[in-house]
């Protein structure tokens, strides 16, 4: 199946990692495959089928999402901004916008969605998202200074660029939550990224802790301009390889 590589630096992979039992399977042999809606001009999308309804908020303010709760919303918001994430895929600043900037984009959505709040570039982490009893009390008003951070949410659009990076800034955040999510241009690049990613974490200290909160989530996007359609699969860090959700 074609894959665009439009978000992956078109350059030979330099790095080599000890191999774990992580495979990037098939996209064709696996049973589950999550994808957004047909592309512009299709049948289905002149129907005007793109669902704007939402699931009531899986947070009570008290608690915060799990992997799958996550990649579930994930999944179903994308879903419903497919048009728009289809469209600007291509343009990284407009894709990333999208993705980060206001109410209406993809994690202002999941943060409604979770009874959270978000705040970009917390010590330089993409976004956090955050409770009303997380926030230090007595801070000034108009800033956020927060003492626990429920999710911490780092997004990549060149998938060869430096994953590590994003990786370790996420390891060394006290968060309940880790989510990296970026878009390989085809299965080697994803399969290797899987390997090197996985021993990073493997050797933290952290390891066993991240492992048993199921509390690192690696998500990967594919646009499909043959098909007209993005698909996502989601990864959850466990201790001998990523188990795919």
């Not at 009570?60 to 918001?77: A, K, R």
Request: proline share 7%; aromatic share 12%.
């Amino acid at each position: 199946m074609q894959r665009t590589t439009t978000n992956a630096p078109n350059h030979a992979l330099q790095r080599t990692a000890t191999p774990v039992t992580v495979h990037a399977p098939s996209r064709r042999s696996h049973p589950r495959r999550v994808s957004a809606w047909p592309a512009p001009g299709s049948a289905v999308a002149e129907l005007g089928v793109v669902s704007r309804c939402y699931p009531s908020p899986v947070n009570d303010m008290t608690t915060s999402p799990t992997s799958t709760q996550f990649f579930e919303l994930w999944v179903q918001t994308c879903t419903t901004q497919f048009v728009t994430l289809y469209r600007d895929w291509p343009n990284p600043p407009v894709f990333t916008a999208d993705i980060l900037s206001g109410p209406t984009s993809v994690m202002g959505v999941i943060e409604t969605q979770l009874g959270l709040h978000g705040y970009s570039n917390y010590y330089h982490i993409d976004e956090i998202l955050y409770a009303d009893q997380d926030l230090v009390p007595g801070i000034p008003v108009g800033q956020v200074w927060v003492r626990r951070i429920r999710v911490a949410f780092e997004h990549e659009n060149f998938f060869l660029s430096g994953l590590f990076q994003e990786v370790s800034h996420l390891l060394i955040t006290d968060c309940d939550l880790r989510v990296l999510v970026s878009y390989p241009g085809n299965d080697a690049e994803l399969n290797y990224q899987l390997q090197y990613l996985h021993s990073i974490v493997a050797g933290s200290d952290r390891a066993s802790t991240v492992a048993a909160s199921q509390s690192f989530l690696f998500i990967v996007g594919w646009r499909d301009t043959t098909k007209g359609t993005i698909e996502w699969w989601g990864y959850v860090y466990e201790p001998t390889t990523w188990r795919r959700i």
